[in-house]
């Protein structure tokens, strides 16, 4: 499928009102603590704008093949899977418990910007595994997003094109956060309260850790 007989699907199956309505949901669900919001304000404040960046290609990425998979049906098979679901879910609380740690023990010193020039593969990498593991996203793409594709069109076509809407979104408010985080680095020259900020960010990505352990029990 191309990119004009996917915007043209979109366009011939979602009604304006309910692409409103998407587009509004997508915002409240980026713009809501969670997974993303907290390491990549902790990675912006640590490590600086280009490591967060890099970071949020992966992010994007991570919720592009989530966004295909549930698509193509992949994400309700990993739904109906008991183990399957556990594992991802798990995998992904675990993740998130070591990402605060690491952020937690370089609060303990002053952290360098990534220089530039230097190799951002691993902030991108850890960017796409954060999300890949995110229990959050497949189940936004499988309870939500549902709800605005009108029965009978191109199905495919209208998921597929409503999970590149979302990923735009996310990814635009994802580079806010980085932006934001790495601007207030530079309002906050005194290293100490750096790691303050960083540890306090690092306790509020483990209770967001054991928030989705929670609230993905069911």
């Known amino acids: 499928m191309d990119l004009a007989s996917l915007f043209a699907a979109l366009q011939g199956g979602v009604e304006t ?36 960046y890099a970071a949020v290609l992966g992010v994007a990425l991570g919720l592009l093949i ?46 360098e910007h990534a220089a530039r020039g230097s190799s951002l593969g691993r902030f991108f990498r850890r960017g796409l595994i954060v999300n890949l593991l995110n229990p959050k996203a497949f189940a936004f793409y499988i309870t939500v997003l549902p709800g605005f594709i009108v029965p009978g069109a191109n199905i495919t076509g209208q998921a597929v094109g409503l999970s590149l809407i979302y990923v735009a979104i996310a990814t635009i408010i994802h580079a806010a956060i980085v932006t934001g985080a790495a601007a207030s680095h530079r309002a906050l020259r005194d290293p100490a309260r750096q790691r303050r900020i960083r540890r306090v960010l690092s306790v509020l990505l483990a209770f967001v850790a054991l928030w989705l352990a929670v609230r993905t029990a069911g």
């Open 17 to 52: 009102g309910a692409l409103t309505g998407f587009v509004v949901a997508s915002i409240v669900m980026e713009i809501t603590p969670g997974p993303n919001m907290a390491y990549l304000a902790i990675l912006a404040l640590g490590d600086g704008r280009r490591a967060g």
């Open 66 to 111: 989530a966004g295909l998979a549930a698509s193509l049906g992949l994400g309700a098979a990993i739904a109906s899977s008991p183990l399957a679901w556990q594992t991802l879910r798990w995998g992904g609380v675990l993740y998130l418990l070591w990402l605060a740690w690491d952020g937690w023990r370089d609060g303990r010193g002053t952290v």
